[in-house]
């Protein structure tokens, strides 16, 4: 019996946030948008802080250096948000 083996390398080419989504566009040219409530540290930020990301690996992930974040595509399509919980709810 044969097996198709999936070849997955998502990349990001491109990234934004609005006020209520992260939107990544990949290299592929799929778009990808989650809520920011996901990614707390996003959530709670500045937009300006928001606009001040890197590409890491060839785009396989985002890092965010001033909020210390960073965000796999791999975890993205598979639909893992953070681990972290928001302030409000750490008090």
Known sequence: MNSLALQIDPRAAHVHCTEDELVVTLAD????????AWFPRLASARPEDRAQFELLGDGQGIH?????????VLGL????????RPARERR
Do not use: H, M, Q
């Open 29 to 36: 040219a799929r778009t990808l948008s989650v809520p920011l």
């Open 77 to 84: 399509l598979a639909g893992n948000p953070s681990f972290e």
């Open 64 to 72: 965010w250096p001033t909020l210390d974040e960073d965000i796999s």
